[in-house]
C-alpha cells in the first residue's frame, strides 16, 4: 500500500510547524533540517538505537552536518535532572553551538527530556520530534509540553517549547511491543471523549484493527488525534484554559504512576484507568450516564488497558498524590470531567464522593 503523506499544520505563538504523517518519514529527516544547522544532536536511548538508530543517522547525514548521537537509559524512571544532565554534558562537551538542532528520537520520555534539553540549552535551540510510539504519536510530541519528573510529581519541572516539526513514521509500529499500542490507543479514545463523539464511536467501531494494527485504521486515527491536538494546542498553548480538557483521566493516571514508581505502569495505561475513573466521578457529580460509563470501561478494555487502579497506601495516599500533580490549584483538585460524551468542564469534587470512586475502582 503507498500510503501519501498527511500533514497536519500547528499553528500557536510559539511556533508554527508541520506533523509530517506517513510510512518511511525517518528516511526522509534530512527535510526537516533547516539549512543553516552546524550539529544535530540526535537524543535516544539503546533499544530505539538498535532498532533504527543507523538508519536515521543515515538519513541525517544527507544534510552534510556532524551527527552526535546522545545515548540516555531507557524508561519513565530515567525522565529526571540527572538524566537531562547527561545532555547538557554531551552538548557542551562537544561544544554545540546556538544554531545546533536537536532530535528527539522515542517515545515520549526521551521526547520530553531532549525537548526540555532544547528550550534551556544556551536559552533555546531549534528541536525535530521523531515519535516512535503510538502514544508519543498522537499526544506528547506535538503541542510543546517538555518535562522532566520529580519524586514529589510527574512532570514538574519543564517548558513549554514547541519543535520546529514532527515527524511520525507510521512503519514504526512493526517494532512496538502490545502493551506500547494499547497504551497509545488510550490517548487516542480520549480524543473522542473530549472532542468528539462521533470519533469516540469510531474508535468502537474499529478496536480490533487498531488492536491488529491495520495501517489504514491506525493512519486515520493519528491523523484525527493530531487534529484535535492542533486545534486545542492552537487556542490554548500554555494550559490557562481549554488545553486543560486534554488531563481528561490524567489525574488519576498520573497518581497511579507516581504511587508506583514511575515505570510500573505505562502513561497510558494509567491514562486508560484514569479515563474509566473520571467517568465514574463523573456520573456521580454530573450526572454522566452510567451506560456510557459502561462504554467507557469496556472500550479500554478492549484496547488491552487495565480498568481497575492499584490500591496504593489507601483512600489518604490516593488524594496526597493527586494534591500534587499540576491541575490543583490553591490546593485544590480540578477534576477533567464529561457532562456527555464529547464535552468537558474543569471542577472540583467532594472529597467523600471522589473516595467513593477511587474505592470503587482499585483493587
Request: with cysteine; hydrophobic share 45%; aromatic share 6%.
Amino acid at each position: 500500500m503507498n500510503t501519501p503523506l498527511q500533514t497536519v499544520s500547528v499553528a500557536t505563538p510559539g511556533g508554527h510547524y508541520p506533523i509530517n504523517i506517513a510510512p518511511g518519514r525517518l528516511d526522509t529527516l534530512a527535510q526537516s533540517i533547516p539549512a543553516d544547522a552546524t550539529t544535530i544532536a540526535l537524543i535516544t536511548n539503546p533499544v530505539i538505537h538498535a532498532l533504527m538508530g543507523e538508519r536515521v543517522t543515515a538519513a541525517l547525514n544527507q544534510t552534510g552536518c556532524p551527527v552526535m548521537t546522545v545515548m540516555l537509559p531507557d524508561g519513565e524512571s530515567h525522565k529526571n535532572l540527572d538524566t537531562l544532565n547527561k545532555i547538557f554534558d554531551a552538548m557542551l562537551g562537544a561544544k554545540l553551538d546556538r544554531k545546533c538542532v536537536i532530535v528527539a528520537l522515542g517515545g515520549g520520555v526521551i521526547g520530553d527530556m531532549a525537548g526540555f534539553a532544547a528550550a534551556v540549552y544556551m536559552r533555546g535551540v531549534r528541536f525535530v520530534q521523531v515519535p516512535t510510539t503510538l502514544l508519543s504519536q498522537v499526544d506528547s510530541s506535538v503541542g510543546g509540553k517538555t518535562a522532566v519528573n520529580h519524586p514529589m510529581g510527574k512532570n514538574m519541572i519543564g517548558a513549554f517549547y514547541q519543535p520546529i516539526a514532527v515527524e511520525i513514521d507510521t512503519n514504526v509500529f512493526n517494532t512496538l511491543p502490545d502493551r506500547e499500542m494499547s497504551a497509545g490507543l488510550a490517548e487516542v479514545i480520549k480524543y473522542g471523549l473530549i472532542l468528539d463523539p462521533e470519533f469516540f464511536e469510531w474508535c468502537e467501531k474499529h478496536v480490533v484493527g487498531l488492536r491488529a494494527r491495520d495501517p489504514e485504521l491506525l493512519a486515520i486515527a493519528i491523523r484525527r488525534s493530531c487534529e484535535y491536538k492542533a486545534w486545542v494546542v492552537s487556542k490554548d498553548e500554555r494550559e490557562t484554559g481549554l488545553r486543560a480538557i486534554l488531563n481528561l483521566g490524567h489525574t488519576f493516571g498520573h497518581a497511579i504512576e507516581a504511587g508506583m514508581g514511575y515505570g510500573e505502569w505505562l502513561h497510558g495505561e494509567a491514562v486508560g484507568c484514569g479515563l474509566v475513573m473520571a467517568a465514574d466521578l463523573s456520573a456521580e457529580l454530573l450526572g454522566f450516564p452510567q451506560s456510557d460509563v459502561q462504554r467507557v470501561r469496556d472500550l479500554v478494555t478492549a484496547i488491552g488497558c487495565p480498568t481497575v487502579g492499584p490500591r496504593l497506601g489507601g483512600v489518604e495516599q490516593w488524594m496526597s498524590l493527586m494534591q500534587g500533580d499540576k491541575k490543583t490549584e490553591a490546593g485544590e483538585i480540578k477534576f477533567v470531567l464529561m457532562p456527555k460524551i464529547g464535552e468537558t468542564i474543569r471542577r472540583t469534587a467532594p472529597a467523600e464522593m471522589v473516595a467513593r470512586v477511587i474505592l470503587r475502582n482499585t483493587v
